[in-house]
């Protein structure tokens, strides 16, 4: 059968047809396989760096990658429209239209390639650069027609799993900037100090020209090779007619200038920890404000170069609205191995000396313990086994609850502990975030309130934010994705009255009555010792911010003669003082509902009587809580006598004191007096004694039990004695005392200072050697005391 013309055309076609068809599945395939074969290299995320920065964006700490690279993430998006602008038009004008290969530059290059037997242009699209970039067996310098035929292939390679954004977005984070530096948010900030979405023309068209020839054209080193490729860059967009001439003219004036490449080392130990914690993000965004820690770190630096060696500090700065940090410094100098500079001291676990006593003092008026006035006894006392002595050894007799707590006095918070109980007072610390470590198999007792117990710098500035938060403490959040977690630790009543007593605290220096022109904020502030002067705190709360300082040596051993007032508490004042500030922030705060400012009287603790003026010996403004209104405590074991009030008969003529039995009648009236407790007695005037002391009982009546059982004499030096040492002998004057008149514990107190015990009668031997006229006191368990004045001559 004769197949017409038509036919063998037909025939022709569809084996054509079936043939390119064929051929177009064997290409498939074959490319399939190569793509199983040869997978895309792409960046794994685990071997890549990242970059901590500030609130605002500027990175405070870089971290290399596996290889030592430093690279920041930067997108089209993040990156300047000028920027892409410089870098498609001069590098890749079709690249959001080629698939990876741009037939018409190959086809140029190569032609200029033959005519002058080397090459003038590359020829490769961006995407081409990208799988130079990318590939391992590809970053030979050389341009071989090889090495152009693999980038080729893995660039079509990448046109086939990528999209253009990330292909644009894989160059922006990786193309080479000179040096250890990848991707153009690195070079930005390594060589112009800067974000990339904030570059100039001129800066523009610089970076865009650098991944060209990095080592040779770099700005640090070549400034004027670098300027000649970046005006090269900038004539190419002015041609293009995508700048204008003005916009050109003006950037070819800038200068290139460049600063040395040194990755940013910016509160390096909180970058260090977020980094940790977060290892697989490229990119971590904190809450530090970066001028705010540039200048607290030289200050931290210059404040404690004069220290030790091995001597540490550490310094938090929390905004009190959001708990966020602004500043974080945990440690003098990061890169001193000697100051264990690598140790933060933020996050680690110290004695808190004293700096617990605040919420003390707060929850016990939230429980109606105490006011702010209420009268403590700071005097030698035994609570149990436990001895508590204050940080100078000196004692001060009746305080008031606010002064008890601006001087720090140990006793009368042992003395509170002891009534709100230290179960109750760490289990409220730790629902409120404040957790506390202690040794093993020990349990909260009374020295945790003296630094028995051990705490972070960033729980106590979180929970000291609570007296300018309603009595609302929180964690410290150091990103923006933290979670706030807020717990109420007091009443905001009970924190307004505790910031209150601090603020009323004068800054070292000054006296409550210093004029101040109302320009530096209100700080509510606290100090603290640890035992043997290992650490050295100071804590302070304006209406804006919390602060902590602290300074000691990380290893532990002690730093003698640096306390928290000497060491911390400067620091910690220059530093609020720079803060910035708002109207109002050194303005008072009114109370809130519940508070209220009433007069009370001591010894009782109680409301003036208009009915009984003599139970008023002093007269205060005391604030209390929700009208309660609680009275002085009463002393542990009734001692000579209980403090309150002391109702009894008297001769109305004569103003003796009557018992129920008097051999004669006698015209019988009622008095009462205020009794003071027993241990303050040896701090009273002697006004204020005989003021509380009762009427002398009547010849013809039998004994009440009244008077006082136990008297104190002091054996071994006269009253007013003048004393010399031996001549030729030592300088201090040897003296064995005793007290005679009780079998209890007698502690011994010079000018105030606890100076030993003795029991009973048992002799007290004690070196006499500073010069001058001295009061010496014994003053037993039982109340009862005796007290005598001697000189010692120089």
């Known amino acids: 059968m004769q197949v017409s013309g038509s036919g063998r055309l037909q025939s022709r076609m569809r084996t054509w047809w079936l043939g390119g068809l064929l051929g177009a599945l064997v290409l498939l395939v074959t490319a399939m396989l190569l793509d199983l074969a040869f997978p895309l290299p792409l960046p794994d995320a685990r071997d890549a760096g990242a970059v901590v920065v500030a609130r605002d964006g500027t990175p405070l700490r870089a971290f290399p990658d596996t290889d030592g690279i430093w690279r920041y993430p930067a997108t089209p998006q993040t990156v300047s429209p000028l920027y892409l602008q410089a870098l498609l038009n001069y590098e890749d004008r079709w690249f959001w239209k080629h698939p990876?290969?741009?037939?018409?530059?190959?086809?140029?290059?190569?032609?200029?390639?033959?005519?002058s037997r080397r090459v003038v242009s590359g020829g490769s699209t961006l995407t081409m650069q990208v799988a130079r970039i990318i590939d391992d067996g590809a970053r030979s310098p050389t341009r071989s027609p090889a090495t152009k035929l693999r980038q080729m292939l893995r660039a079509l390679q990448l046109e086939v799993h990528l999209d253009k954004h990330e292909?644009?977005?894989?160059?922006?984070?990786?193309?080479?900037?000179?040096?250890?530096?990848?991707?153009?948010?690195?070079?930005?900030?390594?060589?112009?100090?800067?974000?990339?979405?904030?570059?100039?023309?001129?800066?523009?068209?610089?970076?865009?020209?650098?991944?060209?020839?990095p080592s040779r054209l770099r700005p640090d080193r070549e400034p004027q090779r670098a300027r000649l490729a970046r005006d090269k860059v900038l004539a190419r967009m002015?041609?293009?007619?995508?700048?204008?001439?003005?916009?050109?003219?003006?950037?070819?004036?800038?200068?290139?200038?460049?600063?040395?490449?040194?990755?940013?080392r910016h509160a390096p130990l909180l970058a260090q920890r977020l980094r940790s914690e977060q290892p697989r993000r490229a990119r971590i965004a904190s809450t530090l404000d970066l001028?705010?820690?540039?200048?607290?770190?030289?200050?931290?630096?210059?404040?404690?170069?004069?220290?030790?060696?091995?001597?540490?500090?550490?310094?938090?700065?929390?905004?009190?609205?959001?708990?966020?940090?602004?500043?974080?410094?945990?440690?003098?100098?990061?890169?001193?191995?000697?100051?264990?500079?690598?140790?933060?001291?933020?996050?680690?676990?110290?004695?808190?000396g004293s700096t617990l006593k605040p919420f003390l003092y707060g929850l016990a008026i939230d429980d109606g313990l105490i006011h702010s006035e209420s009268l403590l006894i700071d005097a030698p006392q035994a609570f149990g086994d436990y001895r508590p002595g204050n940080f100078d050894a000196a004692f001060n007799g009746p305080v008031g609850a606010a002064e008890a707590l601006r001087l720090s006095l140990n006793v009368p918070a042992v003395d509170l502990l002891d009534r709100v109980g230290p179960s109750r007072f760490s289990a409220r610390l730790a629902h409120a975030g404040i957790r506390l470590q202690w040794p093993q198999g020990a349990s909260p007792n009374l020295s945790m309130i003296l630094g028995g117990t051990g705490a972070r710098l960033e729980d106590l500035v979180g929970a000291y934010a609570a007296l300018n938060r309603g009595g609302v403490a929180g964690r410290v959040r150091y990103t923006p994705n933290d979670p706030q977690v807020d717990r109420r630790l007091l009443s905001s009543g009970a924190a307004w009255i505790v910031r209150e007593m601090?603020?009323?605290?004068?800054?070292?220096?000054?006296?409550?009555?210093?004029?101040d022109p109302g320009r530096r904020p209100r700080v509510a502030w606290k100090t603290g010792t640890s035992y043997g002067f290992r650490d050295a705190w100071a804590l302070g709360s304006t209406r804006r911010y919390t602060v902590g300082v602290w300074v000691g040596r990380p290893d532990g051993t002690p730093l003698p003669g640096q306390y928290g007032a000497l060491t911390a508490l400067p620091l910690l004042f220059e530093v609020i003082d720079s803060l910035p500030r708002q109207r109002g922030d050194a303005a008072p705060a009114p109370p809130p509902a519940g508070v209220s400012q009433l007069e009370v009287c001591w010894p009782l603790g109680l409301p003036p009587d208009p009915d009984a003026p003599q139970l008023c010996r002093k007269r205060l403004e005391a604030w209390t809580l929700d009208g309660s209104v609680p009275p002085t405590f009463a002393e542990r074991d009734a001692r000579l006598w209980s403090a309150g009030v002391e109702r009894f008969e008297v001769d109305a003529r004569s103003g003796e004191r009557l018992s129920a039995e008097c051999a004669r009648p006698h015209p019988r009236g009622t008095r009462q007096l205020a009794r003071w407790p027993a241990l303050a007695t040896p701090w009273l005037s002697a006004e204020t004694r005989r003021a509380a002391r009762l009427p002398a009982l009547a010849p013809d009546c039998i004994a009440d039990g009244r008077d006082a059982g136990e008297e104190l004499r002091i054996e071994g030096v006269n009253d007013r004695a003048v004393l010399a040492p031996a001549p030729g002998g030592e300088k201090a004057v040897r003296l064995s005392l005793r007290a005679l008149g009780s079998e209890a514990k007698v502690r011994w107190l010079l000018d105030g200072r606890l100076i030993g015990e003795s029991s009973g009668a048992a002799p007290f031997v004690h070196d006499f050697s500073e010069p001058g006229a001295h009061s010496l006191t014994a003053l037993a368990d039982t109340g009862a005391w005796a007290r005598l004045q001697f000189s010692v001559m120089r």
């Open 100 to 115: 990876g290969i741009n037939p018409a530059s190959l086809a140029r290059a190569a032609g200029q390639w033959v005519r």
């Open 167 to 213: 292909i644009l977005a894989l160059y922006l984070d990786r193309a080479p900037f000179g040096g250890t530096v990848e991707g153009v948010e690195a070079a930005s900030w390594a060589y112009l100090g800067k974000p990339s979405s904030r570059l100039s023309h001129a800066e523009a068209a610089l970076l865009a020209v650098l991944p060209q020839s």
């Open 238 to 264: 002015q041609t293009m007619g995508v700048w204008t001439p003005a916009q050109v003219r003006d950037a070819r004036i800038e200068p290139v200038v460049a600063r040395s490449l040194q990755p940013p």
């Open 291 to 352: 001028e705010l820690q540039r200048t607290l770190e030289e200050r931290v630096s210059a404040y404690f170069s004069d220290l030790p060696a091995r001597t540490s500090a550490a310094l938090l700065v929390v905004d009190n609205a959001t708990l966020e940090a602004r500043a974080y410094v945990g440690s003098v100098s990061f890169a001193e191995a000697e100051r264990l500079g690598h140790v933060d001291m933020v996050k680690a676990w110290r004695s808190p």
């Open 502 to 515: 601090l603020e009323a605290n004068p800054r070292p220096g000054t006296s409550a009555d210093t004029f």
